[in-house]
Each structure stands twice: as C-alpha cells, then as structure tokens.
C-alpha cells in the first residue's frame, strides 16, 4: 500500500515572529476563484464610486489684480512659475509652489492683449492696447532700479495677440493685420492681410515652426506660411473663433473655442469638414489650451465653467465651475501636464487639479498599483450603465443646467423640424448634414 | 578561409536550425564534433550565406549577441530563451471564449481588443509558469499487488502516514442527541455539529479544541457557518437563529420559518434556507434583510445543494426532479426529471460542470449540468441517502451506515468504490472538509472524521481562503470580502454574461435608424391599384394586377440576393487567386533554392 495524505507544516505558512509580515501563498487557478467577472465588477463599481468620492479639484486662489485677468503665459523652463496680464494694463509673476505674487509690473495703459515668454524663458513679450509691444527681462530689478522694458516697439494700430517662435527671434503679433516681427528689428519683417478683419489670435505651430493659425473677425481661420509672403488658406466658419491652440503631439490638428458654444478640431490638411465637435458650453467658448500630453485640451466659457476635453471625444469628461468664478477669461494647462490655471473675470487666478480625484504627493508602491489597477478596471467596465451613470454624473450651477437643458430641447425642436421637411419632400432633395459639416461655410485657397 | 574560431560559431548556428536547443548533456559531444567541423566551414559558410534573408540575418544578429555572452563566461546557455509552457497547464489558465473580431470593426477597436487579448495571454502564461513552483502536491492512496483500495481501513492508513495526519483520524462518540449534521467552514479548520436532538458544538477541529458546546433545547435540523468561523446558523424546529462562536444567540430570525436546509453562498453573503413549507429563501448576512422568498409549490424541501461556480441552488424533489433556482426569478430556471421516485440528494462540483443525484430508485446518476444532460448512471443497493464532492472530484455516497467515496464518477465507468468505512449508525451528515484530505460524517453514533487521500486542494489561495490565517487576516478579509460582495442580482446561469457584449438586434438598429430619420428607409408603401374603365377594374382583375406586382417584387428580391451571392463567391475567388499568386510568386532569390 502506498498512501500519502496532505499535511502541511504549518512553519511553512505561519509567520515567524511577530515582527515579519504575514505569509500569503498564492494559487492562481481560475477554479479556485469563482465569479471572477462579477467581482471585478463590483470592484470597479466601487473604484468608480470612491472617484467620485474623493473628486476635489480646486486647489487655489492667487488674488492681488486689481481687474480682471485677461492673459496668462506659462514660463518656458520653470514649472512653478506663472504670468499673468490684467485688464489695467499691471503683468504679476507669480510663484505657484508657494501661490503668491513675486513681482508686479505696470506694463501698459489700458488692457494687457497678449504675454508670451520667450523660448529661452529670459524674457517675455507683452502687447496692450497703447499700440505698444514690450520686451521685458524675466528676473526682477535689482534694488533701487526702475521696472524698465528691454524693448519697446510702438505700433501702428491696436494688437490684440501674440505669439513666440519655437526656437528662432521671431515672434508674431495679431491686430489690424497678422505681422512677423525679428526681435533686432522695430518694424515687421513680414504682414500678412486676407480681406478687410481683425484677428484676435495668434499662433505658431510647435512642430512645423514656420506655419502659424489664425483667428479672424470675419468668422475665418487663417493659415500662413512664415516663409511665404501671403496666407495659405482659410476656412469660414458660421460663427467667429475666439482663440485656437494646436496640438502639441500630433500638430496638424487644431483647436478653436467658437462663439457658438463649440470647439472645433480641424486637421489643418483638411479643413472641410472639422475632425471633432466639441460640445456640452452653454456660452461662447473663450480659450483653450492642450494638455503638453496632447491627448486632452481644456476650455474656458463666458457660462462661468472650465471644461476638459478628451481630443477626440465630443463631449467633456469633467467641469469645474465655484460659486465665485465669474466668466473665464483665459485658461492654461501646466506643463507636467497635473495643473490647470485660469484667470477669470473676477480678478483672480485659479489653481486646480487636471485630474479632479488625483491624490497630490508621493504615492507609494501599493497605492501606486492600487492606483492603477482601479484605473484599468474602470477602463474595463466603463460602458456599464450603473458604472457610466456614476462616472459620468456632475453637479451643475442651476443655471447652467436649466440652460443644457433648454439647448437640448431648441436642437430637438431643430431636429424635428428638418426631419418633417425631409419627411414630406423628395427623397434625396434634403440631405442630411452631420453636425460636423454644418459649421463650415467655406474653403479658401 | 575563415578561421576557426569563427567556422565554429557559425556550424553551430546551422547546427541550432535543425536541432532543437542544445542541452548541457551534448555539450561536450557538441565540441568534438566542432573539431572534425574546421576543414568543413567553408562549404558550411558558403549554405549560409544563400539562406540569408532579412530575416536569417536579423536572427543571426541576436544569435551573435548571444554568443556574446557565451565568450564573457566561456560558456554557451544550454537553455537559450523563455522556458516553454506545457500546453496542459496553460490549459487550465484560459479563460471562456476570446472576443471575435468582425470585419467591420472599428480599427481602433480592433487595436484594443488584440493588445489586451496580449496582455491577458501573457498573464496566463505565467500563471502558468508560477504554477510550478506551488509548494504542496494532492494525496493518493494506491494499493498494492491485488489488493484493492476499498478494502483497506482507516486504522491502516493511519498508521501508516505521519502522526499529524493520523490524528485527523477520530470519532466523536455522541450518541445521546444523534444523529448530527455538520459543517466545515471555508477555510477547512472549524468545523459545526448539529444534533438533531438539539446539540451544538464548534470545534476547531484539527487542535481539536471546542470553541462552545450549548444545547438549544429544540429539534435542530441544520447548521451552517456563515462567511467567517465568527458566526453560524442554525435551523431549528420553527425559527432560523444565529449564534456566534462562543454560543450566545445574535439573532432568531421569524421570518424563516421551518428551516430543513441551508446553503451559504460566500461571495454573495446570502444565505439560502429551504423549508418544510416550501419557500427558498436568500438572507442577506451582511445587512440582514431578506432579499427573495420564492414558494417553490412542491411541498417539503429537504434535499438542497448549490453551485459553487454560479451560486445557483439546486433542489430536489419528491417527484424525482431537480430544479435550479437563482433569487432574482419567481420561477424555476430549469426543472429536470431525474429520478423515478423521490431526489435523495444533490451535489455539484467545483467547477459547475457536473451534478450527481441519488434517488429513491436506488440510482446515482451524473449529469452534464451545463448542457443538461445526463453522462452516467449507476445503480447502488440500497441507494445513497447523502452525497458530497470533494475540491478535487471525488464522490463520497452514504448508503445507511457504510460511507463510500468514489473516484472519476464522470469520466469511466466505475465498478469499484475507491474507499469505504463502516460508522455506528445511519449517516446523516457528509462533508468535505476543504484543503485537506479529510471528510467529515455526521451518523446516529455521533462523528467521524476519515482520511481520505486525494480530496483536498493541496494549494490554497492565501487571500481567498487562508486556513492559516490570523484574527488580523480574518478582519482584513472580512473588510475585502465586504467591499466585494457581489450583489444578488448577478447571480444568473452563466457567471461570465457580465463580461460579454450586449449587441443590439437587426430589429433595434433598425428601429433606431428610423428614429433618427424620421423615415424607414427600409419601407416599401403599399401597392394601390389605379382604377381604370371598362370593367377592367373589377375585384377579379384588381386582385390579378396586385398578384402580378407581389410577383414581380419577389422575384426582385430573388434576383438581388442572388447576385449579392454571386458576387460575393467571384470575390472570394478572386481573393483565393491572388493569395495562391502570391505565395507562388517568382523573386529574384529562388534561383538559389534547391
């Protein structure tokens, strides 16, 4: 007879002393756990439910302008620091570890139109509506000296934006007319003018660096070519652009925030049809800004709420809106891609979280896979209705919900009205426009 | 002439492409044959170099940083690469049914679904590869020459094996308030005895020290230990009451009246009572609310198992059928005619493959549980009146005082029981004991604990089920397995619908469509003859014209799906052309093939 029957010894699966950690054997096998699918699914319903939970994005509140914020510019090569330029014409820098003011500067009479800091992060340009650009120096005076402009060029109309070239002394500034300016020079080395506008932003391509965008009063966006002496081409929308940003990894798409409530991402090769519509503000979209990931851009509405978008996703995965926050005037994402800022109406910049449930500080191991394996379980299970509703649910200002809703109802009503048309007409005679051609009026070459 | 060195290497790179990887034990053959491959290199070289295709060369190059290494230590690795998994063992790690990808899929769809087919692969494979390294192997007990297995007895096994093990060999001699029904918790190291005459007694039972002994004074008909060794519940003549483990009464629930059997179901946290009254009904132990009272309308419940893969409950009646119940359904899900004459009892295994039944007619049948079908049946004198399965498959039947455990019910036809031992009394109460080797019966006479060799699950999961684990553990599971319970609502047939994907019907798309149109583009009005002079609009000829237009429409139809077929056959004509064209096709390196 052989025999041999289990017995363990219990000094292989009993800790020593009290002092080490606890043994835990595994045994992976698939009939040893049952109801896999239905336990991950309650654990990602709980995971999705503590999102929720813990979701507290606001940060901060950097206040000391005297009016309200209109432009903001991020530093180059320093993660806490932060420019902004206010509607009395004061530029503040501003430390954002330690959230206050280091330096103060009265740059211009009247609105401060558009700050960019130089591509080596030593200087900045501002332009303001005394038809001025200014070229300041990024450390503060010494004692005893005077806030002084490196530079000073007086222009001949108002500019009302303006943007640095990614690595050479140019920068481009927008009014009147779109001009190219070599930082040695007082006057523009290049100016480009399509019809009689005024463009109200401007900016380079990250990538291809010679190509700019622009935004036109006549509801256009314009292309230019650096290297060329006229614009490219353009595309006439049903509505102005306010601003455009492009994407920082794939920068042949762009964005721009439309006074229609939308944002829409051309590919700039193709600008027929726009490659997503962005919808969900109840007010015309102000600016925006893409994550330095490029894969989700944010945006800022005169309804007094941020919005954060995925690229290509037609509706925004997060809002942020407080009770305080009047219309938001200007918006930036922070280059570690953890931060977003905004600058609103009511005369303060706002510190908050881009990813609202995020914990700050250093995790450690565990919680980092802990982390991660929620997140990929949520990943899994998102299209579950009870997991979406969660996911998905956010409080709204009454307001602004009563107005979604009332939006909601007018494009049914719109719906409804063309599906009657086309109901009693010719089959064919009334096509049907997706939402994404209907914007488009016209391509200009 | 290449040098030697190098002529070297490269015979043992043509040599590598027709043998498998070398092994420690050809080594040094290898290199007597490298000696006699010198004079030969040069041919070798020349072979080699026709057969260099980008691939040969990419291959030669991470052959080269291999042999690399071999110089820095002088030696090659006899087991070059990741070590192979057998195909059994992966076998054991795949999960149900990989996702189809159809043609018109999504690019980007079809992206995700094969990286995280990748991933799940990849984690399966070392599972796989982690399984080696468990660290206890399952018990066998094997007769010698001409000796069958059944016939050796307890006493002989013990004393055979080691005296740990020996000592999970004893009976209880309780024959005042007999016979007993009982209960091993999940872990495997408590266990509840039920006296029908109203003893209780918790025991862990391998130090065997009694954690509370109390008499309740009633009748008791069934014990359960719920989700820890903390609590356990008792079925007594008229209410379901709950005592913890020192014995004090937590609660007596009267809305679970005439208790007969019970089932806990552990991920759910519900616990199932079958009555004499004939209502199945789930508690929820966690928040201790009923959460389903079913009248099953078939009198007296007294025979109960469930599913340990799908937490389904299966019944078995007087009329000799076995019905499936889940709490969501006011009904039966499925009702099997088992039996002639009454179901004497359940069991199904771990896996929710099979089911064995015993019934009044004396048979012990096996069934096919997900496709319901019956796989063997055998006849037992006197039939067993109590069933259990063990982690690992095997079937103990009770058949009056004789307790039989079988092997392999499901897979040959069995002639002879695997084991058998005689106990004081009829039997009443079986039970595996999980993770060890171990059944437990509950008879007239009091308890008996038998080495069974081969029942147990040698390998625990220590974050499921720990029999190890301390009071620390238990809380820390205890909060785990809360946070995870599972709501009783996905409790269904197949426990993995929940992972699958919902496609919406022809019919609804279709329906959604004409939501979104306004129209149906799929919409053919209704022919309205013209009426016309001369009589030739009477009903005879309107119905002719009608007749003629339906016809035509059909043989439309006809004639379109034919051509969609047509088409669609030239199509995969022209596919099987291109690709045979191309896999024949000439270049410029076949002029040195041989």
Not at chain 1, 314 to 322: A, C, I, N
Not at chain 2, 126 to 149: C, I, M, S
Not at chain 2, 183 to 208: E, P, S
Not at chain 2, 492 to 518: I, K, M, Y
Request: net charge positive.
């Amino acid at each position: 007879m052989k025999v041999k029957v289990l017995s363990r010894n219990p000094d292989d699966y009993v800790r020593e002393t009290k002092y080490d950690i606890q043994r835990v054997p595994r045994n992976y096998d698939p009939a040893l756990h049952p109801f896999e699918v239905s336990r991950e699914y309650t654990r990602a319903l709980n995971a999705t439910k503590l999102e929720r939970v813990f979701a507290k994005p606001f940060l901060a509140s950097l206040d000391g302008h005297r009016d309200g914020v209109n432009c903001m510019a991020k530093h180059t090569t320093s993660l806490s620091t932060l420019l902004s330029g206010s509607c009395d014409g004061e530029v503040k820098v501003w430390n954002l570890t330690k959230r206050e003011c280091v330096r103060t500067l009265q740059a211009h009479e009247g609105f401060v139109r558009g700050m960019v800091v130089r591509y080596c992060g030593a200087s900045f340009f501002t332009v303001g509506d005394d038809k001025t650009i200014k070229q300041w120096k990024m450390e503060a005076p010494g004692y005893g000296e005077e806030e002084e402009p490196l530079n000073t060029i007086l222009g001949k109309t108002v500019f009302t934006g303006l943007d640095h070239h990614q690595k050479e002394g140019v920068f481009a500034t927008c009014g009147q007319q779109v001009d190219i300016w070599d930082e040695q020079r007082s006057s523009p080395i290049r100016s480009f003018t399509w019809g009689v506008d005024s463009f109200s932003a401007v900016r380079f391509n990250p990538v291809e660096t010679e190509l700019l965008a622009s935004c036109a009063s006549d509801r256009s966006i314009v292309l230019y070519d650096m290297r060329e002496s006229a614009p490219l081409k353009k595309v006439i929308m049903t509505m102005r652009s306010n601003t455009l940003c492009w994407n920082p990894m794939e920068a042949y798409y762009f964005t721009c925030s439309n006074e229609d409530y939308n944002l829409y991402t051309y590919d700039m090769r193709y600008l027929k049809r726009p490659f997503t519509v962005h919808m969900d503000h109840v007010s015309a979209v102000l600016d925006l800004d893409y994550s330095p990931t490029g894969k989700e851009f944010v945006s800022a509405s005169f309804d007094k709420t941020i919005r954060i978008f995925p690229k290509d996703g037609g509706h925004s995965r997060e809002v942020y809106h407080t009770k305080r926050m009047q219309h938001v005037i200007c918006i930036k994402w922070s280059s570690d891609s953890k931060y977003i800022l905004s600058g609103s109406d009511e005369m303060n910049i706002r510190l908050w979280k881009a990813n609202a449930s995020e914990k700050l500080g250093v995790l450690a191991p565990r919680e980092k896979q802990a982390r991660n394996y929620n997140q990929k379980l949520k990943e899994k299970f998102q299209h579950h209705p009870q997991i979406r509703r969660i996911a998905h649910h956010r409080h709204l200002p009454k307001n602004i919900y009563h107005q979604r809703k009332e939006l909601k109802i007018m494009k049914e009503a719109r719906r409804r009205k063309e599906r009657n048309v086309r109901k009693h007409s010719k089959p064919g005679s009334v096509p049907v426009m997706s939402e994404k051609e209907k914007h488009v009026v016209t391509v200009v070459k | 002439m290449a040098s030697p060195g190098e002529a070297a290497v490269q015979g043992s790179h043509v040599e590598k492409k027709k043998k498998p990887p070398a092994r420690y034990w050809q080594e040094s053959q290898q290199e007597v044959n490298d000696g006699n491959k010198v004079d030969k290199g040069k041919d070798k070289a020349e072979e080699a170099v026709q057969q260099k295709t980008q691939k040969a060369k990419k291959r030669k190059q991470e052959e080269h940083q291999r042999d690399g290494k071999k110089l820095i230590s002088g030696k090659s690795d006899p087991f070059p690469g990741s070590a192979p998994v057998p195909k059994e063992r992966m076998q054991k790690f795949k999960r149900k049914g990989q996702i189809k990808k159809s043609r018109g899929q999504n690019y980007m769809l079809k992206d995700i679904i094969s990286r995280t087919e990748e991933v799940s692969e990849m984690s399966q494979k070392q599972a796989a590869r982690v399984d080696l390294l468990l660290p206890e192997d399952a018990g066998f007990l094997e007769g010698g020459e001409e000796e069958d297995t059944c016939t050796i007895s307890q006493q002989d096994i013990a004393d055979a094996v080691d005296i740990t093990s020996a000592s999970k060999y004893f009976n209880l001699n309780l024959s005042q308030f007999g016979p007993y029904r009982l209960d091993y918790n999940r872990t495997g190291r408590h266990l509840v005895l039920g006296g029908r005459r109203g003893h209780v007694a918790c025991i862990d039972w391998q130090t065997k020290q009694l954690m509370c002994e109390i008499n309740v004074m009633e009748s008791v008909n069934d014990v359960k230990w719920l989700h820890s060794e903390t609590m356990y519940a008792v079925a007594q003549k008229k209410w379901l009451y709950i005592y913890d483990s020192n014995g004090i009464e937590l609660h007596c629930i009267r809305k679970f009246n005439d208790v007969l059997r019970m089932q806990f179901l552990p991920y759910h946290f519900l616990l199932a009572t079958a009555s004499a009254t004939g209502f199945l009904q789930y508690l929820d132990v966690s928040v201790g609310k009923e959460v389903a009272a079913i009248c099953t309308k078939t009198g007296r419940l007294d025979v109960m198992c469930q599913n340990p893969h799908n937490a389904i409950i299966h019944l078995g009646h007087h009329n000799g059928t076995v019905t499936l119940w889940s709490p969501n359904q006011k009904e039966a899900l499925v009702k099997m005619l088992c039996h002639q004459g009454g179901v004497r009892s359940v069991a199904v295994d771990k896996t929710g493959t099979y089911m064995v039944t015993s019934g009044m007619d004396k048979k012990l049948k096996v069934y096919d549980i997900r496709a319901f079908k019956p796989l063997k049946s055998y006849f037992l004198p006197s039939g067993a009146s109590c069933l259990s399965l063990s982690q690992r498959g095997l079937l103990s039947a009770a058949t009056g005082d004789i307790v039989q455990v079988y092997r392999d019910v499901w897979s040959a036809p069995v002639t002879k029981p695997y084991m058998a031992h005689r106990v004081r009394g009829s039997v009443w109460g079986l039970d595996f004991c999980p993770f060890e080797d171990v059944l437990g019966v509950g008879h007239g006479g009091g308890f008996t604990s038998m080495l069974v060799p081969g029942a147990g699950e040698p390998n625990f999961d220590g974050l499921d089920a720990n029999p190890y684990r301390s009071a620390k553990q238990r809380q820390e599971w205890e909060v785990k397995a809360l946070l995870e319970k599972i709501q009783p609502e996905l409790i269904s047939l197949d426990p993995t619908q929940l992972g699958q994907v919902d496609r919406a019907t022809f019919e609804q798309r279709h329906q959604d469509r004409v939501q979104a149109l306004g129209f149906d583009p799929f919409a053919k009005g209704k022919f309205i003859p013209k009426y016309k002079k001369k009589g030739r609009s009477s009903a005879g000829s309107v119905e002719k014209r009608k007749k003629q237009v339906a016809h035509e429409d059909q043989r439309d139809v006809i004639r379109k799906t034919v051509e969609a077929k047509m088409k669609m056959e030239k199509e995969k004509k022209e596919k099987k052309k291109t690709t045979a064209a191309l896999s024949n096709q000439k270049s410029a390196l076949d002029r040195f093939k041989k």
